[in-house]
């Protein structure tokens, strides 16, 4: 393989003086989170690992031998303690007297809560009994890519053999479960030599004496494959390139319009979230011979199609003589023919007791000589697709190199897509939280409104994009964010919002992080106050510029966005109790307020035909964190009123109909109001957020 990071062999990071003083469970631990920390070992949340450690029994006092093995839904590379199920291994070899054969194999899921030890919650996986009844102490189970890239040749077990003559031995496909685990129990009882075995269209099992031992195997068998594939596939990847690749920058334009399309046909059932990836291991598939007979083979891996669907769609779209309006205009069909196409699959294949088919739409989207553009409910899990397919990439530029790739037959892979065990999994997820997959982008957004509206929005679930003019409070707002809830929601890009080619190229960048937008919140503001005759052109234009101008030129790229995504939109204003009530020596700011809520309501007007919402929310007298309500406004309000800075806040309260602050999340709570579907029937409308001032009732 020739990847760069095909190319470096594995480093062995074991470190004895680490692991000098450790546990067995916790050089288990140590084990694993080396292991999983390289993708190349195993993809993110496959493979396994477990020890078979003597412990003293809670009841008897007795020393018993118990089952550490990575519990159900877990990932090697990050797992904690807690993520190990510990299980009796009497209790599991009991299990064989009751074992009614392979037609009967998934209840034997059932049994495995009554084997646990110690009253350990974490619920043990499928694969458990692949760890239990291979007869030796330590045990790795991985899925390295160019192992893989063996196990989904078709002369794989030839290959096998080739490279590893006796030590490591090979079991045909059997999707994983109790038959497996006896499988691999009666392949070490004929072979007490071997050190490991590669399970056809799957991965590797190895193991050891000691965690350092098992750990040692594992980094060398798969680094044998990688050696073994960097002298023998040595021709160009996937059989030559025969389309150009585009240069970055036309990547990027070329994803950023391509993205909200194919998302606006894609997330009629839940709205979807976009992930683009335009690596170097993504760019030779999209730019092979091969890339069309190779996609139709679809993925191999069990855990690879799981996450990107059995195969992914191929773009129409030709780099050599780029024609973005023709590709535009061909998706509603392709996408229409990529779901009959699975609708026909699932109908080929279900079972009397399968589940009600899934989202038929395609995960994956391959561009020539662009990239890969993936789909799916939320960031992660599109990023996370993303990063299967280009293991599944790998696996097919190893095994077509040298030999043929072949993927899973289509009734194993539907089998394992539709199992019922699987299905239970998707039913205990949570119920999505009601913003889910839907993306956010808040202008001022590192400002005290503009965070609480980003806070409130992700709280739901939504991606929010933060755009403000201040590059240190923009940085420190991002990784408050991102902290709290995670990298995957959150993005800001630099904006200053009176600048057309940067409102455009702002949006654009929200466009490529996340594939799409459904909520726009025009918050970026200013406040200044001066007598009529004291305004000079120069303020009066500022307020206007930032105010009235900075709304129109950020709600027009999102209207040009949600009309071309066809999924509707919402643009929440943030404006201001001044748009309604005059107040003395503002004129400017006052005005340009004005022109802002008239401008959300026209823009109600033209956005309704296209499921396109537009609200106001009115603010007043917001303090507390905001950068408006610093320095010289706060001055110049409280000379206005002829009291101390310090006295303003009591002020404003006490003018307030109900005699209360208001506070950014205040504002922040009815923002997510109007952008959520629980006013799916509002447009056009204006809330006030002022704890009552008659003077803006609106009429
Ligand atoms: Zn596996």
Request: proline share 4%; glycine share 8%; net charge negative.
């Amino acid at each position: 393989m020739l990847d760069k990071h095909q190319g470096a062999r594995l480093a062995n990071l074991w470190d004895d003086g680490k692991a000098a003083g450790m546990t067995e469970p916790e050089k288990l631990l140590y084990r694993s989170n080396l292991l999983g920390s390289d993708k190349r070992i195993t993809n993110y949340g496959g493979g396994n690992t477990s020890a078979k450690v003597m412990e003293k029994d809670p009841l008897t006092g007795e020393m018993v031998e118990v089952l550490w093995v990575k519990g159900s839904g877990g990932d090697v590379g990050t797992i904690k303690m807690d993520g190990f199920s510990t299980l009796y291994m009497d209790k599991l070899r009991a299990l064989k007297g009751i074992y009614r054969g392979v037609e009967f194999e998934d209840e034997m899921v059932g049994y495995l809560p009554h084997c646990t030890f110690n009253l350990n919650p974490r619920a043990a996986s499928i694969d458990t009994p692949l760890h239990a009844y291979v007869p030796k102490p330590h045990v790795d189970h991985m899925h390295p890519d160019a192992i893989i890239a063996i196990a989904a040749s078709k002369n794989s077990r030839e290959l096998t053999s080739k490279i590893f003559g006796d030590e490591i031995g090979w079991l045909p496909w059997k999707r994983p479960g109790y038959e497996l685990g006896l499988w691999l129990e009666k392949f070490c009882q004929e072979n007490p030599d071997a050190r490991g075995v590669v399970l056809e269209s799957h991965g590797l099992f190895t193991w050891g004496d000691t965690a350092k031992e098992a750990y040692e195997t594992t980094i060398e068998i798969i680094n044998r494959a990688i050696a073994w594939f960097e002298t023998e596939n040595t021709g160009p990847a996937f059989g030559g390139r025969s389309k150009p690749v585009l240069a970055a920058a036309d990547r990027a334009a070329i994803a950023k319009k391509l993205m909200p399309v194919i998302r606006g046909l894609v997330s009629a059932g839940e709205s979807k979230v976009g992930h683009f990836d335009d690596s170097q291991a993504v760019l030779d598939f999209v730019t092979s011979t091969s890339l069309e007979p190779l996609a139709a083979l679809g993925t191999s891996c069990p855990d690879h199609f799981l996450r990107t669907k059995i195969r992914p769609l191929v773009v129409d779209f030709d780099p050599a003589q780029p024609d973005v309006g023709n590709t535009l205009a061909g998706l509603p069909e392709a996408i229409a023919t990529y779901r009959a196409d699975y609708a026909a699959y699932y109908e080929r294949c279900k079972r009397a007791d399968s589940p009600a088919m899934r989202d038929p739409n395609a995960v994956v989207y391959l561009v020539p000589g662009v990239g890969m553009i993936t789909f799916a409910k939320d960031k992660a899990t599109a990023r996370i697709s993303a990063e299967f397919y280009v293991n599944a990439i790998n696996v097919m530029r190893g095994a077509s190199g040298v030999s043929t790739y072949v993927g899973l037959p289509e009734q194993e892979a539907f089998d394992i897509e539709y199992w019922l065990l699987e299905e239970a999994k998707l039913q205990r997820m949570p119920k999505p939280k009601s913003l889910a997959g839907r993306i956010a982008l808040v202008t001022g957004g590192a400002g005290g409104i503009g965070k609480a509206t980003a806070n409130r929005l992700m709280q739901e679930g939504a991606c929010v994009v933060l755009a403000d003019i201040d590059e240190t409070a923009l940085e420190a707002a991002q990784t408050e964010l991102s902290t709290q809830y995670g990298k995957d929601f959150v993005r800001s890009v630099n904006m200053n919002v009176t600048s057309e080619a940067a409102v455009e190229s702002g949006f654009g960048d929200a466009l490529l992080a996340f594939g799409g937008l459904d909520i726009l919140v025009s918050n970026a503001g200013l406040a200044t106050s001066a007598a009529v005759e004291d305004t000079t052109l120069a303020l009066w234009n500022k307020n206007m510029d930032i105010l009235a101008t900075g709304y129109f030129l950020v709600s027009r790229e999102a209207f040009r966005i949600f009309r071309n995504q066809k999924a509707g939109g919402n643009v929440v204003f943030v404006a201001s109790k001044n748009g309604l009530a005059a107040s003395p020596g503002a004129s400017a700011y006052c005005t340009a307020k004005a022109a802002e809520i008239h401008l959300a309501r026209c823009l109600a007007l033209e956005g309704a035909s296209a499921q396109i919402r537009v609200n106001v929310v009115n603010p007043d007298a917001v303090l507390r964190g905001s950068k408006i309500w610093t320095g010289e406004w706060k001055e110049q309000r409280a000379a206005a009123y002829k009291m101390d800075v310090d006295e303003l806040e009591a002020h404003y309260r006490e003018r307030s109909m109900l005699k209360l602050s208001v506070f950014p999340e205040d504002i922040a709570e009815a923002i997510y109001f109007l952008a959520s579907d629980m006013s799916a029937k509002s447009t056009g409308n204006i809330v006030n957020v002022d704890a009552g001032n008659a003077q803006s009732f609106t009429r």
